[in-house]
């Protein structure tokens, strides 16, 4: 009679205290590095995998491949010339750096935004959700096999794109939030084309549902695969969709209302189950909410206004000694940026939590032993990591 | 709110004056070392700060000293606390909370190699975390130059022209300065 | 932007500690027998690359080009942010395959290296056992304004700043970063340029082997590996 379950009869046993005698020399367990060259990886990271079987009983990450030292770099640059660069320490969502350091900077210098830049800063934050989703989703399917999803949703994040092209200039860093405001208006037309894009999101994603999350072989690799335990959700500082799968319906958007959230109706989709499936539930009906709210916000959009405050002259920008701290939800939790500044023109001190840093170091390390060879790639796209975020 | 958590922790604490410039919800309170771990663990179990945000670090050079920044969340009340810790810059010894937040000893790693800040006891400390055959000082001190570093490391190409705004425009509007 | 510090000096004197399990050591094997072990030697083949010949008749050498101009396949190896705009190229909208050009897993089977952005020095050297593993004809294109000058990160203690100091590039596109329609006009060029026989950046690196070598060594401080990764 064929079993699902493996045989580990010839497995090693773990001491008294529950955790393996890991000792290479006997033979029976073997040094694997997954990455950083590797298509199951989610970026450029690479996890030390110490496997016996096709068991990983020891995991380790290994970061810094993408290391640019902006926290540096910014200390040398005043505080407009940080603007350009801050958008870079994320690809898939660029735009959550550029508020965070816009807002902080704000914070810090007393600047009053105007509610047609907040409208804005809200929209392009929605976009950008929708935009990083796309990808983890495609990601998802891509780790487990299904291909096809990946391509369609590409497309879908594409489309997407154009609208970025058309209201910023660019496809993938904006550098459109910049302190003090945004950089433009709303084009002509454009919500008619955005409606259209959403729409075409939509018939996208109903076909997603079909061949994905209702698909037999998906359902069963991922239930009850890589269980976080919500106990551990303090103490390991998970935040975003990875909370939210456990129930506990963590959302900076609802727990402490930022720039237009609080006159916005939408609700925070919670599972209890707290594996990849529920993870990856989350985030497809977050992409339902990102789709309404990005209609509502089109609705709601004031017909006009200024979109800068004033600003004292750039190039002699002082800021008053003070520090402070600036969090928003992206799509993998909470962003935020810390910023000290000492009464001169440049930042004493920028850091920038992403939320990445705690899910893919201390919970992924501790998420791995146990787990099947194959279900390692499908686990990191899980938990969405990211990695500039951990060593910027 | 913040106001009523920080008076029943003052006299006991011996806590500095609560920094309450920045931001609705947020603030910031100095904080002696020996006290840092009690005033933690009372954050935590009984205020119910139970998200620890970031462990940072701040070089303030001119002063010779370094400061840690705990910054801990309070999801229930929406309060986010900020607790400034000044460590001497030469003889930089940080405790280790991992045992309160494992995910902490991720941030000691790195301030460890950032900063050069050492913290006793904390699992893997000493391994390398982003650098990787780094011989230099810890490049977040700043007196660390990264623009010197750079430039004695790596040549740049001919025919790079770099251009400072402030002279730029100062060479448009006041050609005569 | 603040001045430069005058005074800053790099410190050069301070070597880095050769790691204890790279260093030379006698094993006893399971049956009995003692061995010296030399860890950062490649028992396999220890011989630096050599430069590939072109064969005598241009006509059969054009003809070996066309083959190789009308198959790029690229490694999937994302080293920068670059390789965000890679995944829009396998989809229908930008559709790469139709020029010949496709992902592989695994550098055996690529023959076309993408430095997608900047290289930290810890990626630095991965690209560089990458690029030694590759099969030849091999081909690098250094993708973004980061290679070609340091771009963004000029001022940055971490990346390097020309790409072609470690690795013979054979084309540039430059952007930050470059659009899909970017790169499909870069893999044209690269197109172009191995058709006409100009694309001899494996021949080059085996040429200057050693100046190779020794700028990679100059940043790579913990050097762990054999001198050439066959």
Request: aromatic share 12%.
């Amino acid at each position: 009679m064929f079993s699902f379950q493996p045989d580990r009869s010839q497995y090693p046993a773990p001491g008294p205290d529950g955790k393996l005698e890991i000792d290479l020399e006997t033979g029976q367990y073997l040094k694997l590095w997954q990455g950083p060259n590797h298509p199951g990886m989610t970026g450029n990271m690479s996890v030390e995998l110490t496997v016996c079987g096709d068991e990983v009983v020891e995991g380790k990450t290994h970061v810094g491949y993408l290391h640019r030292g902006f926290e540096k770099l910014m200390e040398r640059r005043s505080f407009i010339q940080c603007f350009p660069i801050v958008c870079r320490i994320c690809v898939p969502e660029p735009d959550f750096n550029e508020y965070c350091y816009a807002a902080a900077v704000e914070n810090l210098a007393g600047i009053e935004v105007p509610e047609y830049a907040n409208w804005m800063r809200t929209l392009i934050l929605e976009m950008g959700r929708f935009n990083s989703y796309m990808m983890a989703i495609g990601g998802m399917s891509g780790a487990l096999g299904l291909g096809v999803v990946g391509q369609w949703l590409t497309y879908v994040r594409d489309i997407m794109l154009d609208r970025f092209e058309e209201l910023t200039g660019a496809r993938i860093y904006h550098m459109f939030i910049l302190p003090g405001g945004v950089r433009g208006h709303l084009p002509e037309g454009f919500k008619d084309r955005m409606e259209e894009v959403l729409k075409t999101a939509e018939r996208y994603l109903a076909d997603v549902d079909k061949v994905m999350f209702s698909n037999a072989v998906y359902k069963r690799r991922t239930k009850g695969v890589g269980y976080i335990d919500p106990k551990l959700f303090e103490p390991y500082g998970v935040t975003g969709p990875n909370a939210r799968a456990g129930g506990v319906a963590k959302d900076v958007r609802k727990d402490a209302p930022y720039l237009v959230y609080d006159q916005l109706d939408f609700e925070v989709p919670t599972e209890t189950a707290s594996d990849i499936w529920a993870r990856t539930n989350v985030r497809r009906r977050d992409i339902d909410v990102s789709i309404d709210l990005i209609r509502q916000i089109l609705k709601k959009f004031p017909k006009g206004g200024e979109v800068m405050a004033e600003i004292p002259n750039v190039l002699h920008w002082k800021i008053p000694r003070g520090e402070t701290y600036i969090k928003g939800e992206s799509s993998r939790g909470e962003y935020g940026y810390y910023l000290v500044t000492d009464g001169s023109g440049y930042p004493r001190r920028v850091n920038v939590r992403g939320p990445s840093y705690t899910h893919a170091m201390a919970l992924l390390e501790l998420l791995i032993p146990g787990t099947n060879i194959s279900d390692v790639a499908a686990l990191m796209v899980s938990l969405h990591t990211y990695p500039p975020e951990i060593e910027r | 709110m913040m106001q009523a958590i920080y008076d029943r922790l003052k006299d006991r604490f011996q806590l500095g004056a609560l920094d309450v410039r920045s931001r609705k919800g947020l603030a910031f309170v100095d904080l002696r070392r020996e006290f840092l771990r009690p005033v933690l663990t009372e954050l935590r179990d009984v205020e119910g700060f139970t998200h620890l945000i970031l462990l940072t670090a701040v070089d303030w050079i001119e002063d010779e000293r370094f400061q840690l920044t705990y910054l801990l969340n309070n999801r229930q009340k929406n309060l986010d606390l900020g607790l400034r810790l000044r460590l001497d810059r030469n003889l930089a010894i940080g405790e280790t909370i991992h045992d309160l937040w494992p995910t902490a000893a991720t941030y000691q790693r790195e301030l460890r190699e950032m900063f050069g800040i050492a913290f006793p006891g904390s699992p893997r400390v000493d391994e390398e975390f982003i650098l990787e055959g780094w011989t230099d000082m810890p490049p977040y001190r700043r007196d660390f130059d990264t623009l010197a570093y750079s430039q004695q490391t790596h040549a740049d190409r001919e025919g790079r022209e770099t251009s400072d705004p402030r002279e730029f425009m100062k060479q448009i509007l006041y050609p005569k300065d | 932007m603040k001045h430069m510090d005058p005074n800053f000096r790099k410190d050069t004197k301070t070597e880095f500690p050769q790691r204890e399990e790279l260093k030379p050591r006698k094993v006893t094997t399971p049956d009995g027998q003692v061995i010296d072990i030399e860890p950062l030697q490649d028992y396999f083949c220890q011989e630096p690359p050599k430069v590939h010949q072109k064969s005598y008749f241009k006509i059969v050498e054009d003809f070996y080009n066309w083959c190789r101009a009308e198959s790029l396949w690229i490694l999937a190896f994302g080293t920068g942010c670059g390789a965000i705009e890679m995944r829009p190229l396998m989809t229908p909208r930008f559709d790469a395959y139709r020029y010949g050009i496709q992902w592989r897993a695994t550098p055996r089977q690529a023959n076309l290296l993408m430095i997608s952005g900047y290289l930290s020095v810890k990626t630095l050297k991965r690209a560089i056992r990458t690029y030694e593993q590759m099969q030849g004809p091999k081909y690098v294109v250094g993708l973004g304004s980061c290679t070609i000058n340091g771009g963004m990160y000029w001022d940055s203690y971490n990346t390097i700043k020309k790409l072609e100091e470690y690795l013979p590039v054979d084309l540039y596109i430059a952007g930050c970063m470059p659009r899909p329609e970017a790169l499909l006009a870069g893999f044209m060029e690269l197109k172009k340029k191995i058709k006409a026989g100009n694309a001899e950046g494996a021949n080059k690196y085996a040429e200057k082997f050693d100046w190779y070598k020794a700028n990679q060594k100059a940043v790579i401080k913990d050097w762990d590996m054999p001198d050439y990764n066959w």
